[in-house]
């Protein structure tokens, strides 16, 4: 099969909410192109439309106008049934929160995509990923008894076992001290980068978008330009500029 030109394209892509009488743009006309095994950052003040971006992108939630192709897959009209499909096998997602179901075991939680898809886990391909991502040895803990960098890591783990066409996180380091979450991220980037995943991090951290490729900015629901390459003084006075608290 050939490879798609993009892993994420948007096209005039709007998400409007009810306020009031009228109506809020969390994402207002927004087009953008990503291209198949980058690492980009998405920045922006706090409700500028990073989460949302994120969301409809991986088709948690459906744009109110616009476009949205992932991988070859055109999301607009899709079924219900379809889109729950899509999201099982293109796309992982890292949740701040890690979102583990604390009945099952790491193993399982790592398992469960496969699993509501109805497909094999292949054991050789899952003892690699638990091994990349450093949880050899804690395959039957319930994560209450994981801290909260163990715990992201079966979250990715999660997000990576279907192999999906986009890895996508939405202030994956968030919840995390420093420290772990420079691990963390560093995880999250060569395991992504060794499978040849596309990966879309939101982050209010300059200096963990720094080790993005790009970083796209937000502000007010549009894109507010790029920085390719990017340092972290470049992004600390971007931020500057679009009136983010640092
Ligand atoms: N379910 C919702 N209902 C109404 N407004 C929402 C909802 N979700 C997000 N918004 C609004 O959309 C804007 C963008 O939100 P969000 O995408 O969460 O921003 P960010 O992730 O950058 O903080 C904000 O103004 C927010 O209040
Ligand atoms: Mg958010």
Redesign the pocket.
């Given at each position: 099969m050939m490879r798609a030109a993009n892993a994420v394209r948007f096209e005039q892509v709007s998400r409007l909410?009810p306020?009031g009488p009228d109506f809020?743009a969390?994402l207002d006309a927004v087009t953008l192109e990503i291209a198949p095994g980058s690492f980009t950052a998405i920045m922006?003040?706090?409700?500028?439309?990073?989460?949302?971006?994120l969301n409809v992108a991986a088709g948690l939630d459906s744009p109110t106008h616009g476009r949205v192709v992932v991988g070859d897959v055109e999301l607009a009209g899709m079924s219900v049934d379809d889109l729950t499909r899509f999201r099982r096998t293109q796309v992982g997602f890292v949740f701040q929160a890690y979102n583990l179901l604390g009945h099952l075991t790491v193993a399982e939680n790592i398992r469960l995509p496969l699993v509501l898809a109805g497909r094999q886990a292949d054991p050789e391909w899952q003892r690699w990923l638990i091994e990349a991502v450093g949880l050899a040895g804690l395959e039957d803990r319930l994560p209450s008894a994981l801290s909260g960098g163990q715990a992201q890591r079966v979250a990715i783990a999660r997000a990576l076992i279907a192999r999906p066409t986009v890895v996508f996180a939405?202030e994956p380091t968030g919840a995390l001290d420093a420290h772990t979450g420079d691990q963390v991220l560093e995880i999250l980037r060569s395991t992504a980068s060794q499978l040849g995943q596309t990966l879309v991090m939101?982050t209010h951290d300059a200096r963990a978008a720094a080790a993005a490729e790009r970083v796209l900015f937000?502000r007010d629901?549009r894109l507010h330009g790029q920085i390719i390459d990017p340092s972290v003084a470049g992004i600390s006075a971007r931020m500057l500029e679009l009136g983010a608290r640092a």
């Open positions: 909410y306020n809020a969390a922006g003040p706090s409700g500028s439309g990073k989460s949302s971006l939405d939101v937000l629901g």
